[in-house]
């Protein structure tokens, strides 16, 4: 069992940045991709981003590629994405989720994901 805790969420104006963790306990850390999630109020839950298990690999999706940059950092089990130039279309609840790293297909499905965090508020002010 995977516990998977977000932070760094808050309040921004607009072009500015904030950086979200994800920190991961229980489990083999490694043996996971991570993906990050939004949903916004009224709105479906979309896919931002995903990193593999070794890092080595980052999807974006085109609203995220460019201003934001996902990381981990298996020793200490946490991944963090950067995001950068900020819009009010940002504003939603992140959420980081764990797949098994043999996961073979989109990890922009977010029916793959077997764990999920709580979620963090991110609010972009004009």
């Known amino acids: 069992q995977v516990q998977l805790v977000e932070s760094g969420g808050g309040l921004v104006q607009v072009g500015g940045s904030l950086r979200l963790s994800c920190v991961a306990s229980?489990?083999?850390?490694?043996?996971?991709?991570i993906g990050w999630f939004r949903q916004a109020p009224g709105k479906e839950r979309e896919f931002v981003g995903a990193?593999?298990?070794?890092?080595?690999?980052?999807y974006y999706t085109d609203f995220s590629e460019g201003r934001f940059t996902i990381s981990r950092d298996n020793f200490w089990n946490k991944v963090y994405m950067e995001m950068n130039s900020l819009k009010p279309e940002d504003t939603a609840v992140y959420y980081c989720a764990a797949v098994p790293r043999t996961y073979g297909g989109r990890y922009s499905s977010a029916q793959a994901y077997e764990y999920w965090g709580q979620g963090t508020q991110v609010t972009v002010s004009s």
């Open positions: 229980g489990g083999t850390f490694s043996d996971y991709a």
């Open positions: 990193i593999s298990w070794s890092g080595v690999q980052t």
